[in-house]
């Protein structure tokens, strides 16, 4: 597990990262590249939804999020981080991409063009212009990348929906799975890797509110989840309620 830092957007300027390395005398040199902070989201807000794609959030309408106004000048408006496949549904402010297949089909698209998508160094430098590097250049999975993102921002409150599969080794638990461009072999989700990746982000960021949505507030809940203070599970009408987006209750 890599390290995490408590960074924020408001101090960050960009990072050097590796491009190769080369054996002299012995020795292997590094070589790096410095890539600049091309993101400058000006307009965050009290609240954010970091979007996965669990099976969870099949009966959840998204156009809730769409159109949520978000009270007087937009402050409690809901800034979108989502993951992955879920561009093809839904245009959130910020999209992360995790695996080659994915990263492929987003940065040889038109979506790029007027969306911003983050992914890792290698994939920032495979394809030049279409991808903005994530900070600290983190090899999580993409649902924990998407709540640092939320509070690396500068967010206070982050809610998660669509957050399933914790069980440490569960079947694939993804709205996705039997689509083109996810894998299709009978693979099955490391769930303690997750868990353990998500668990990091909400304890190094222990000044925001962590709040995972679910059908129903007794799904199975990770006890590392439980331990923490600032992490807490609701359901879709208290969502509604919590988030005042309207018409879903």
């Known amino acids: 597990m890599q390290n995490l830092k408590r960074l924020y957007r408001s101090n960050y300027a960009g990072e050097h990262v590796f491009t190769s390395l080369s054996l002299q005398s012995n020795e292997w040199n ?62 959130p402010d910020f999209l992360i991409l995790t695996g080659d297949d994915i990263v492929k089909e987003v940065a040889n698209s038109r979506y790029v063009d007027d969306n911003i998508a ?10 030049p212009g279409r991808l903005y590097l994530i900070p600290q250049n983190l090899y999580f999975d993409a649902g924990s990348l998407a709540v640092y993102l939320a509070c690396f921002d500068g967010h206070k409150r982050v809610f998660m929906i669509g957050y ?35 668990a990091t982000v909400m304890s190094t960021y222990d000044d925001v509110d962590f709040i995972r949505v679910m059908p129903t507030n007794t799904y199975y809940t990770p006890v590392e989840f439980q331990q923490l203070v600032n992490f807490r599970q609701i359901d879709y009408r208290q969502f509604a309620i919590e988030a005042d987006l309207g018409g879903l209750i």
């Not at 600049?36 to 009966?59: C, K, L, M, W, Y």
């Not at 983050?118 to 394809?127: E, M, Q």
């Open 164 to 198: 399933d599969s914790y069980v440490e080794e569960s079947a694939v638990n993804n709205i996705y799975k039997d689509t083109a461009g996810y894998p299709t072999s009978d693979q099955t989700q490391n769930g303690a890797w997750f868990t353990k990746s998500l």
């Open 30 to 91: 590094p070589e790096t590249e410095f890539v600049p902070n091309a993101v400058f989201n000006t307009h965050t807000t009290n609240q954010a939804i970091a979007i996965g794609n669990g099976e969870s959030r099949r009966d959840f309408n998204l156009n809730f999020v769409a159109r949520h106004a978000g009270g007087l000048l937009a402050e409690n408006k809901l800034q979108s981080y989502g993951c992955n496949a879920l561009y093809r549904d839904f245009h």
């Open 118 to 127: 983050y992914s890792t160094a290698d994939n920032v430098l495979n394809y």
